[in-house]
């Protein structure tokens, strides 16, 4: 898996990760707030399966040589 996620891709995703967890416990408490766990997820891990199809990446370092 070849990382197609940027730092600043990465910290928004965590932010709205939170703030969808948050959600859970806080405001409307719904079990929707939990989407927040697999973006979160695929911040943490970089690679994300959706910029893969649609050839996307924000990654500026990511298509470099990576070793």
């Not at 965590?14 to 939990?34: D, E, H, R």
């Amino acid at each position: 898996m070849e990382k197609n996620i940027g730092s600043v891709d990465k910290m928004i995703r965590i932010l709205v990760g939170l703030v969808l967890i948050a959600l859970v416990f806080v405001g409307p408490q719904t079990v929707w707030g939990w989407i927040g766990v697999p973006v979160i997820a695929v911040a943490l891990f970089g690679w994300c399966p959706l910029y893969k199809v649609l050839g996307v990446s924000t990654c500026k370092k990511c298509g470099e040589a990576e070793a």
